[in-house]
């Protein structure tokens, strides 16, 4: 953290302060709600889906918070906040949303399109979560709770809404045991 603040410039910080933002529910729900309307409600699972991913990244680092209850850094922030700081709710909600938009656009493309899409979902939610920490407002355990907190949410749901219908949760598949 002290490295990133002092290395800190006015151009870069103006840059990061943008890329903080696309983690942001204002920035990131809307984009997803956009990307559902284009689409016109094509596959209702999938979109049902990222709704769910998206009001659940906002909802859960708040619990979480609630329960960790840990102060922001008390260094040199370029932004005063006086929430409570683990998970970061950004890296939370870049992880989950953009993931979650990746996942939904490149369904049925190739492999190697698919695999390049999630990766610059990654990338993106890897950008917000350093961004919060350059900016002082976030230790880096918090911007990795967070983005493990999106993922770990993502994959919930995706899983949950994509196993075959019917199907218990205890019902052991082909080749993976059973959860008791």
Known sequence: MLWLQAHRT??????VRLVSDLGSFPIAAPLALAILLLRRWKRPRDDIVLIVVALGSAALPNVVKL?????????????????????SEHAAQAAAIYGGIALLLSKGWPRPARI?????????????????????????????????????????????????????????????????
């Open 116 to 180: 390049a899409a999630i990766g610059v979902a990654v990338v993106l939610a890897l950008l917000v979560a350093v961004a919060r920490v350059y900016l002082g407002v976030h230790y880096p355990t918090d911007v990795a709770g967070g983005l493990l907190l999106g993922w770990a949410w993502l994959w919930l749901i995706q899983g949950w809404a994509h196993r075959p219908l019917g199907q218990d949760l205890a019902t052991p598949q082909p080749g993976r045991p059973a959860v008791e």
């Open 67 to 87: 329960l960790v209850q840990r102060a922001r850094p008390p260094f040199d922030a370029l932004g005063h906040l006086s929430t409570l700081s683990f998970p």
């Open 10 to 15: 006015p151009g870069l910080t103006t840059v």
